[in-house]
């Protein structure tokens, strides 16, 4: 199954580590410290529009081997939930032919 991350972005949810929001998560200075280097150490960050970014989403997509790579999203990461919810719910019920557009 696929996720939508917004402009031409999507990733596979079996490599998804988590979907966070931006606002409630970089009051950490854990968090801003891992946004703020994951460019320099083990990450690849990819900015998924310009617009102001309401999310970020951890990706794991080369195992242990390579870089995670870091999505910045505008979409809010409780929209992307709700996305992965609805779509795992259409899966366990089979129900493909009510999909509802993107929010």
């Given at each position: 199954?696929?996720?939508?991350?917004?402009?031409?972005?999507?990733?596979?949810?079996?490599?998804?580590?988590?979907?966070?929001?931006?606002?409630?998560?970089?009051?950490?200075?854990?968090?801003?410290?891992?946004?703020?280097?994951?460019?320099?150490?083990?990450?690849?960050?990819?900015?998924?529009?310009?617009?102001?970014?309401?999310?970020?989403?951890?990706?794991?997509?080369?195992?242990?081997?390579?870089?995670?790579?870091?999505?910045?999203?505008?979409?809010?990461?409780?929209?992307?939930?709700?996305?992965?919810?609805?779509?795992?719910?259409?899966?366990?019920?089979?129900?493909?032919?009510?999909?509802?557009p993107f929010e």
């Open positions: 199954m696929y996720l939508h991350l917004g402009e031409k972005t999507v990733v596979n949810t079996k490599y998804i580590v988590g979907i966070f929001d931006i606002e409630n998560t970089s009051v950490s200075k854990d968090t801003r410290d891992f946004l703020r280097d994951s460019g320099e150490k083990h990450y690849q960050v990819v900015n998924v529009s310009y617009e102001m970014p309401k999310s970020f989403i951890v990706c794991n997509e080369n195992g242990r081997k390579g870089k995670d790579t870091v999505y910045i999203s505008q979409i809010s990461a409780a929209t992307l939930r709700k996305r992965l919810a609805a779509a795992s719910a259409r899966i366990k019920t089979k129900q493909w032919n009510s999909v509802p």
